[in-house]
């Protein structure tokens, strides 16, 4: 059975892309960083699930991340970098310090979590790689300055590095969801989200399985001749 490793598994999409997989016979290493007890919670759910602390941002901590799947499982067929963190208000009100964190685990996070699992993807010349940007990425929001660099970065990331990988058997993508329910959007008021929903043609706030089920597209075989492509489950509010 393949083994996947889902950062940011403890809530919101991640925790959506874990079940999905556990659900469907994977072994499944679920990365996180402050969640333990929702991580452990998932845990006890599914036999073929082991949680593991890891702050993606940390070089160290990830390559110990990266040691335990393969003492566990053996080798990592499919990376999903999931983990991220949002950033909002006017570019002049942002701090150098809140800059950096969004690069740090939005961007630095995939660089340390890819770089430290493709020697093992190229020496078996197989493996997927899942990035998740945002909509953010493709289109920018206002007041979200920091967040939507991130989030293009994270396409940049995928498409160079499907280049560059592709002749090694790997495949790189990017999924870019629209709005979805989760904490990182619990700021948002109920007239927020009903004046979004009237945005978006399907009429509907994308769920956390809607995400999962395009992870899990991108993860089988089905989608073995794609890479390098911006995958965005949005409900027709970007098109
Ligand atoms: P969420 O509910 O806030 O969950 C964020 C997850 O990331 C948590 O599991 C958290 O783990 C983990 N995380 C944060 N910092 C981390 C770090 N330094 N190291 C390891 N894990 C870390 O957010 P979400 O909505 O599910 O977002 C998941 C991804 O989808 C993000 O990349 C986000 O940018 C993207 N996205 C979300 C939306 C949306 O509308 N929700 C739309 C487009 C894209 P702990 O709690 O254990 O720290």
């Known amino acids: 059975m393949k083994t996947i490793l889902v950062t940011g598994g403890s ?8 079940q999905k997989f556990a659900e469907n016979g994977y072994n499944v290493i679920l990365n996180y960083n402050k969640s333990y007890e929702a991580a452990k919670a998932i845990e006890d759910n599914f036999k073929n699930v082991r949680i593991f602390k890891a702050d993606v941002a940390d070089k160290k901590e990830v390559q110990n991340m990266i040691s335990f799947a393969n003492d566990t499982f053996g080798n990592i067929d499919i990376l999903v970098n999931n983990a991220g963190i949002g950033c909002t208000g006017l570019l002049q009100d942002v701090t150098y310090e809140e800059w950096q964190s969004v690069f740090d685990v939005n961007v630095n996070g995939i660089f340390n979590c890819t770089r430290l699992v493709l020697p093992q993807m190229i020496s078996r010349h197989s493996g997927k790689i899942i990035n998740i940007s945002s909509i953010w990425g493709m289109v920018g929001a206002s007041c979200e300055v920091a967040y939507s660099a991130s989030k293009a970065a994270v396409i940049g990331f995928t498409k160079a590095l499907a280049k560059e990988v592709g002749p090694s058997g790997i495949t790189v993508n990017a999924i870019a969801p ?7 959007v619990s700021s948002y008021s109920v007239e927020e989200f009903e004046d979004i929903r009237k945005q978006i043609p399907l009429g509907e706030i994308g769920s956390t399985q809607d995400i999962a089920n395009s992870v899990y597209f991108l993860a089988s075989d089905e989608a073995n001749y794609y890479t390098g492509q911006i995958f965005s489950p949005n409900g027709g509010w970007v098109i």
Request: charged share 20%.
């Open 11 to 18: 809530r919101g999409i991640g925790k959506a892309i874990v």
């Open 178 to 184: 629209g709005i979805v329910m989760t904490d990182m």
